[in-house]
């Protein structure tokens, strides 16, 4: 097979027509409640944030939708098709090429002892690229595109600090050109400097790929920064939502208004 | 100790109860059915270490038949321990010609290599394997390469092999260098040389690998292809010492390099002693070679 299967055109689509649709998600581990009834429509080039406290849901709401776990009740369309009634072979090709997930640990999401290249390259030759040339350099400009040196391709992530180990996670996920990216804590751990150029970074690259993203974080600014429309939950139900300047400006809820009145002014 | 005479009241045909044989033949069997899948089967304690070819033996002892002629292949040896080992186990507990000589086998054990001279149909070759699972070193959960190999999710294998290009500058994978079965499985050869690897496709003899500590057996009927794994830009090459063997004379066969002395001495040799031995009694003799 050659490179060109794993170019993907994106098509042209109706921007009118939702890329996701979720209809009463539920989840639950026993009788607890890990997320309930969670309903929304996520638009082409559209970036949602989900808020709330650690234990709201978020996260298992997140990897419901990314279908890393079943859910119990509901239903997931993409681009018009049932996620939940999908063969387990067509979800996981979708996991690679359509969709990407960027964890918050990027150990998680990178191959420790596999060199950026080898990591960048990866989903290609998952999904039949076979020569080496236009592999490696395909990789070489995604680093460059992540602001990693193209001198820095052979080493492997273990030699490469916080920041650049999450950007590198960005550059594997991006390299297929997905069109839907869940982001899990993209900044989590990072200190608010390499925070603010990781956060640039990404409204970049949302803005030019046409992304439609999910992400999850319990920081407010995050979602200022990236999000269009937000999502705030509390105790595995989505207790407010709407456009984000909306909802942080003058938050409704109770939970809402505690939450952003807890940021520190600084 | 037991002599060949006495094995019929000491231990049952090849060792293992007919129970235990009936089990590694199904999955043989099933094996042969599903080129290059592994079936796991239920391996027995060995009198050997792990390590030393207990699923080798078992695959043999389960395919064993009194007429057999076992031949038993060390690095392509048939003088080293292991091979003498193993081939005495099955003297005494099967009582069964042996034979150093490939074609005359019916039946041969080998570890890390396929023999120099051609099989032919009706031989069975039985590998002796340490690590089955080709993506092992790659995904460390069993449960994700199971599913990798249920979902054909192969990409792994060639960051394997990115990796190489990357740091070598070519594909240094150079012994248990997988294949791709009949266009479905990924399979691990066991650690024979590259250079062996297109002996295992399309050869008439049927091949059985045996891993007695991961509990696997899996196989590849005659006439099966397999095929090594590449790049467009860097396509599979087998490799060899670029040497002559010093004894035979012999350009094409995979060769040992043997220190003779302190001062740098060396010579190649094939690592194929019947191979070489058989070309020596032709009359071909090497750099270092006498005439026989």
């Known amino acids: 097979m050659t490179l060109h299967s794993t170019d993907f055109p994106q098509k042209m689509r109706d921007p009118d027509q939702p890329l996701l649709t979720v209809e009463n998600l539920t989840k639950r581990y026993g009788a607890r409640i890990g997320c309930a009834d969670v309903s929304f429509d996520l638009y082409p080039g559209e970036v949602l944030g989900i808020v709330g406290e650690s234990g709201s849901g978020k996260s298992t709401l997140l990897s419901c939708l990314a279908g890393h776990q079943r859910a119990d009740l509901g239903r997931i369309a993409y681009d018009g098709r049932d996620v939940l009634a999908m063969s387990e072979t067509d979800r996981r090709r979708l996991g690679r090429t359509d969709w990407a997930y960027v964890h918050q640990n990027p150990r998680d999401g990178l191959r420790m002892g596999v060199s950026a290249g080898g990591n960048v390259g990866e989903r290609l030759m998952a999904v039949g690229a076979r020569h080496y040339g236009q592999i490696r350099g395909k990789a070489v400009d995604w680093l460059g595109r992540v602001e990693i040196a193209a001198d820095r391709v052979d080493d492997r992530p273990s030699s490469f600090s916080g920041g650049m180990q999450q950007r590198l996670q960005i550059a594997r996920n991006l390299v297929t050109s997905p069109r839907l990216v869940f982001m899990d804590e993209p900044t989590g751990g990072l200190d608010v400097s390499v925070q603010a150029r990781l956060l640039d970074l990404l409204r970049g690259l949302v803005r030019d790929m046409g992304l439609s993203v999910i992400i999850v974080t319990h920081d407010l600014a995050v979602v200022r920064l990236l999000a269009h429309r937000l999502m705030v939950m509390k105790s595995g139900r989505v207790v407010e939502q709407g456009l984000t300047d909306q909802v942080l400006d003058d938050p409704q809820h109770a939970y809402t208004q505690l939450l952003v009145s807890s940021v520190l002014q600084v | ?292």
Not at chain 2, 144 to 158: A, N, V, W
């Open chain 2, 1 to 292: 100790m037991l002599d060949a005479g006495s094995h019929a009241d000491a231990y049952n045909f090849a060792y293992l109860d007919e129970q235990t044989k009936r089990m590694i033949r199904r999955a043989i069997l099933k094996g042969i059915a599903v080129p290059g899948y592994q079936v796991p089967f239920a391996s027995r304690e060995m009198p050997m270490p792990y390590g030393w070819g207990t699923g080798g033996v078992q695959v043999t002892a389960a395919c064993l038949v009194p007429e057999d002629r076992l031949k038993v292949i060390d690095q392509g040896a048939d003088d080293t321990t292991n091979a003498v080992s193993i081939r005495r186990f099955f003297q005494r507990t099967a009582g069964v010609a042996v034979t150093e000589s490939t074609p005359e086998a019916t039946l041969i054990q080998t570890r890390h290599r396929i023999p120099e001279t051609p099989m032919t149909e009706g031989q069975i070759l039985v590998y002796q394997v340490p690590i089955p699972e080709p993506l092992r070193f790659l995904e460390p959960r069993e449960t994700e390469t199971r599913k990798m190999h249920e979902l054909e999710e192969y990409g792994l294998m060639h960051v394997k092999l990115y990796e190489d290009i990357a740091r070598h500058g070519q594909i240094a994978t150079s012994y248990a260098y997988p294949v791709k079965v009949e266009g479905r499985y990924v399979m691990d050869p066991s650690p024979i040389p590259k250079f062996d690897n297109p002996k295992l496709s399309g050869n008439p003899a049927i091949q059985l690998f045996g891993a007695g500590r991961e509990q696997r057996i899996y196989a590849l009927p005659p006439w099966t292809e397999a095929v090594s794994l590449d790049f467009d830009d860097h396509p599979f090459e087998t490799s060899k010492a670029p040497h002559d063997c010093d004894l035979c004379g012999a350009r094409a066969s995979y060769l040992d390099e043997v220190i003779t002395d302190d001062q740098g001495g060396r010579m190649f040799v094939c690592s194929d002693t019947d191979f070489c031995a058989g070309r020596r009694a032709e009359g071909h003799v090497g750099r270092l070679g006498e005439a026989a």
